[in-house]
């Protein structure tokens, strides 16, 4: 496997006036090489930038040939190290810490080179494969911080969480991050703005913005392309994905630098400098080149573990180290300096991968032209302001009464459900005094609009208020909703009595239905008793709990054509019968930005820009009025030894120049040289979208397999066998036993507190089948032995001690997990549990140890959470999806333990899916009463399955 060395650039800020003593940095950019007053050594770099370097020379001296790499599809990572105050986020992202405008830095300037490439060779593709080939861009970001050794999402509309680093097959991932996709250079400095207002900053002795936390924002382009013409049924295509990451790291100082600065800006300084020096650890290790280097300390702090695949790994890296020139900091910047030059001994080993992947289902696939004018059908882009930008499609005058529909939650759900409806009601009304204005929404998260699917069903009336007031309406003169819909409909009626004057829902999905005796709106309920997916025993509880309704069930196995002849007729029926006593008051109407036909919309948002669509982040040129065409010079003008010819490969996606003499290939036309082809057509604006189906909305996250490393089963061996630590409790390993799924290895002891009772690698929660008949690598252990030949007497011993400990707790086991069984329309009948399994030491009665369990089904949403008061506790739930499920386990009050709760997602892969927790209580707890007014214990499921009640 070809390696390459990390790269590493020098860059001295000019002195300031806050500085200490004069300049003592000498740099000299052709020999490349840096040197300190009154020092004798002088450290060399591959560039070395002094203090006059403008952003622009910094980009295109060493970070062009990272993007030119990345764009092929390898991954790249840029590092930006140096004490605090040396200019790190100035080069990064730009003055003021992002806040600036006026010089902007590497990340905003990749971005703006970024889409003018990829346009281009969208638009090259295009004509030279011709129209039987696709090729299309995707690009995401995602921006978090590492402060305090915690992992913080800095894109999320919530409240900054922390977020947990999984391992898979090698490769460590941020779970849980947000991936915002990103049109154009606006939309990644919006991105930057965004994060950079929610990281943790703070005034120093330094200066007044100090970054205190290293902040990582990674750029994902992903490159889906495929041809028609040899694919018959179309169900294929090529996928390359590579990511950029930009690392602003938090600078290292000296404690008595801040003197005067509270106690918060120290601990923060000594966590920035422990996870500095946790890095300068895995950088000396790593520099060592030896085969017989010890084990690489990755997991020794969260950022080393972050940068895992940066250094050592698959990736092309450039390290930009800034340095202060002044004489107050000549010890920080020698130590800044030694710590670069060790930096360029690392080799990686990039890789870039090509797989063919299956392409999927597109609920916007039948979105097509309307045809008619009469009936107005367009679509629209809804400015909310509070939840971003929702996609839409409308029908009739905007200045009539709004009807507002809510789709469900399966997978290929979007607004195009409720096509067929809203025409069926708009030819029932049209010429009559009763029209209305429909308006079917694309949830977040759903069909084309961006965001967190979780919104609609956490915050269903914020959403729809926010939505309703942003289309010009006080209230809604009806809200349709439709399974997972209509449990939003009703919860943001429950939330917001005013918001709408009727309700209609089409099939029973809702939790608590006995809530809604407090909805006073005429309510139109239709159910099919054939649809296992929706089981009518909840909308029969709907009928008995609802003040005011209407009901229907009907059986789609009798009569399959009864909603189409049925639902448009019954709503207007409702609307006559329960004609609304109340004003319908509106705001003046807002027509948001409109296009003709269902596939265009237009933004003169102030910005001058032509069209701008959002559809799902794929790059396309489009075909209007604002085209122009560029033609390359003339062959002529140049010697025939500078002409080339441009050619697109279906293997790899990319456009490559052929000198039409020599037959030499590149990738990028020299400099001077001309590009003998047809013209091409572009436009004047950035941001290019289209409708298509090679990315679906609901396909956003990157395969984490799609670029590992490949090595041989020799290499692989070697590899593992100069691990020396246990990848849970992080001490020298002991009678190894290595998980065959993920790879991870861990003493014995670990392995008896773990993998003995759950399927699951508690690392990174990789499943593990036969956990029960796992053994211990003899070879591996001999390895260890040898060069740790204490280890044989101190580690059973230790093992003991913790054993003994360990005894002096009652300890039993806690099993919980959930079932799924398929069920009509793709959904699953799921039966969430938590039960004790069986004790393990102690007498504590397990037939009475449980008081109730209550089942969070939405933990975002206030008062959700359902009481099981009795045996068995369990929760049963008909949902399409996965969806959160946390439990809090209350024992029986004789005991005076504090609640257990437990973080917990429902799993449909499997017909029953079982964790289990072992529960150690001591006995002060036991003998303790006041413990009933202790907080409740989280349970986190890593690195242990233990849990202590203390």
């Known amino acids: 496997m070809s390696t390459e060395r990390v790269r590493v650039a020098l860059r001295a800020r000019p002195l300031l006036s806050r500085d200490i003593g004069e300049d003592i940095i000498r740099c000299d950019n052709k020999s490349s090489s840096v040197e300190l007053s009154n020092h004798g050594e002088c450290f060399y770099y591959d560039h070395v930038f002094g203090p006059e370097t403008k952003q622009s020379v910094v980009f295109n001296t060493c970070v062009s040939p990272i993007l030119e790499s990345w764009i092929e599809g390898y991954n790249g990572c840029i590092l930006a190290y ?46 030279l494969m011709g129209q039987d080939c696709e090729s299309q861009f995707q690009v995401r970001v995602s921006f978090v911080e590492v402060y305090k050794d915690d992992v913080y999402e800095l894109l999320g509309q919530k409240e900054k969480s922390t977020l947990a680093l999984r391992e898979q097959s090698g490769k460590v991932f941020v779970s849980g991050a947000v ?17 950079t207002n929610k990281r943790v900053t703070g005034q120093t002795s330094v200066h007044e913005y100090s970054s205190r936390s290293h902040a990582c924002f990674t750029i994902v382009l992903e490159h889906r392309w495929c041809n028609n013409k040899h694919d018959a049924n179309n169900k294929n295509m090529n996928k390359k994905v590579s990511s950029l990451t930009f690392v602003d790291l938090a600078g290292s100082e000296q404690s008595s630098a801040n003197q005067g600065i509270n106690g918060v800006r120290f601990s923060e300084g000594v966590s920035i400098n422990m996870g500095l020096l946790a890095l300068g650890n895995v950088i000396e290790s790593l520099s060592q080149n030896k085969s017989n280097a010890s084990h690489v300390p990755y997991r020794d702090s969260t950022l080393t573990r972050l940068l895992q695949n940066s250094l050592g790994g698959n990736s092309k890296t450039l390290m930009i180290t800034c340095v202060s020139p002044g004489a107050g900091d000549k010890e920080q910047t020698l130590s800044t300096l030694k710590y670069a030059s060790n930096t360029r001994s690392i080799k990686n080993a990039p890789k870039t991968t090509i797989t063919q992947v299956e392409r999927e289902y597109d609920p916007d696939r039948d979105d097509i032209a309307d045809p008619d004018d009469q009936t107005n059908r367009r679509s629209i882009w809804i400015d909310t302001s509070k939840n971003g930008e929702i996609f839409a499609r409308t029908l009739g005058n905007p200045s009539l009464p709004l009807i507002l529909l809510v789709h469900g939650s399966g997978p290929t759900n979007s607004s195009t459900y409720w096509n067929s409806l809203i025409f069926e009601l708009f030819a029932r009304t049209a010429g009559t005094g009763e029209a209305y204005y429909y308006v079917a929404i694309d949830c977040p998260g759903y069909g084309r609009s961006i965001g967190d699917r979780q919104t609609i069903r956490s915050y269903p009336g914020d959403l729809l208020k926010d939505i309703i007031h942003s289309l010009g309406k006080e209230r809604a003169h009806c809200l349709i909703g439709s399974s997972q819909g209509s449990a939003s409909v009703f919860n943001a009626t429950l939330e917001y009595p005013n918001i709408t004057d009727y309700l209609v829902v089409v099939d029973p999905v809702a939790h608590d239905t006995q809530r809604f005796v407090r909805v006073t709106q005429p309510t139109l309920l239709m159910f099919d008793i054939d649809d296992d997916g929706h089981p009518v025993k909840i909308g029969r509880r709907m009928k008995s709990y609802l003040p005011c309704n209407v009901y ?3 059986s789609s196995k009798k009569d399959p054509f009864w909603p189409s002849d049925h639902y448009a007729v019954e709503i207007l029926k409702l609307f006559s019968v329960y004609k609304s006593n109340k004003m319908i008051r509106e705001l003046e109407a807002i027509i948001p930005r409109l296009a003709t036909g269902m596939l265009g919309w237009a933004d003169y948002a102030g910005y001058g820009e032509p069209i701008k669509e959002f559809s799902v982040g794929a790059l396309r040129p489009l075909n209007n009025k604002d085209e122009k065409t560029v033609t390359f010079a003339p062959k ?20 490559y120049y052929v000198h039409v003499d020599t037959g ?16 091409l057509t ?7 979208q289209v409708d298509s189906d090679l990315f ?14 490949i090595e041989s089963e020799e290499e692989r061996q070697s590899r593992e066998h100069a691990e020396t630590k246990c990848c849970m409790c992080q ?7 290595r998980l065959p799924e993920c790879r991870h290895v861990m003493c014995y002891d670990c392995y008896l507190r773990s993998n003995k009772y759950q399927p699951a690698c508690c690392v990174c929660d990789s499943p593990v089948k036969n956990c029960s008949k796992l053994v211990v690598d003899e070879l591996h252990q001999i390895i260890i032995i040898q060069n740790n030949p204490d280890l044989a007497i101190e580690r059973p011993q230790r093992i003991n001690h913790l054993n003994l400990a360990r005894n002096k707790y009652t300890r039993f086991i806690l099993e919980y997990g959930n079932t799924a069984t398929p069920a009509r329309g793709g959904a699953f009948a799921v039966k969430a549990f938590a039960r004790v399994l069986n004790e393990e030491r102690g007498k504590i009665g397990k037939n009475n140890i449980i008081s109730q369990v209550h089942f969070d089904i939405n933990p975002e949403y206030p008062k959700s959470a359902v009481k099981v008061l009795q045996s068995p506790f369990e929760l049963e739930r008909t949902m399409a999806e996965k969806f959160p499920c946390n439990m809090t386990v209350v024992w029986n009050k004789s005991l005076h333990w504090p609640p257990l709760e437990i973080p917990y997602t429902i799993q449909h892969e499997q017909k029953q899916f079982i964790r289990k927790i072992i529960v150690l209580v001591g006995e002060e707890v036991k003998k303790s009463k006041t413990n009933e007014k202790k907080k409740i214990i989280v349970y986190k499921p890593t690195p242990f399955t233990e849990v202590y009640l203390t």
């Open 82 to 127: 140096g004490q605090t105050g040396s200019g790190k986020t100035y080069t990064m992202i730009g003055d003021e810490g992002g806040k600036g405008t006026e010089k902007s830095g590497i990340i905003p300037a990749v971005a703006e080179k970024l889409f003018i490439i990829i346009q281009k060779e969208q638009q090259q593709f295009a004509i």
């Open 179 to 195: 991936e915002r996709i990103v049109n154009s250079t606006r939309d990644v400095k919006k991105a930057i703005q965004d994060g």
């Open 552 to 554: 229907h069930e009907f």
């Open 636 to 655: 002529s003008n140049l010697s025939k030894s500078a002409c080339y010819r441009a050619e697109a490969c279906m293997n790899t996606g990319r456009i």
């Open 664 to 679: 030499e290939r590149v990738g990028k036309l020299p400099q001077g040289a001309v590009c003998e082809q047809q013209s």
């Open 682 to 688: 572009t436009q004047s604006h950035r941001i290019i």
């Open 696 to 709: 679906l909305s609901e396909d956003v996250e990157m395969n984490e397999n799609d670029l590992m490393d």
């Open 731 to 737: 001490d020298l390993l002991w009678l190894p036993v």
